[in-house]
């Protein structure tokens, strides 16, 4: 998954997993300094 901003674009890994373990969600909301709430499902 990327994020293109003016200056830069981020790219968050995302596992092809059916399930991810919580720690491993949280270190990749960490590590690519997005706010939390672009990770939520919203259905």
Excluded at 10 to 30: C, M, W
């Amino acid at each position: 998954m990327q994020l293109r901003q003016e200056e830069s674009t981020i790219t968050v890994p995302i596992p092809n997993y059916k399930e991810l373990k919580i720690g491993t969600l949280q270190s990749i909301i960490r590590q690519s300094g997005l706010p939390r709430s672009l990770f939520e499902v919203n259905e």
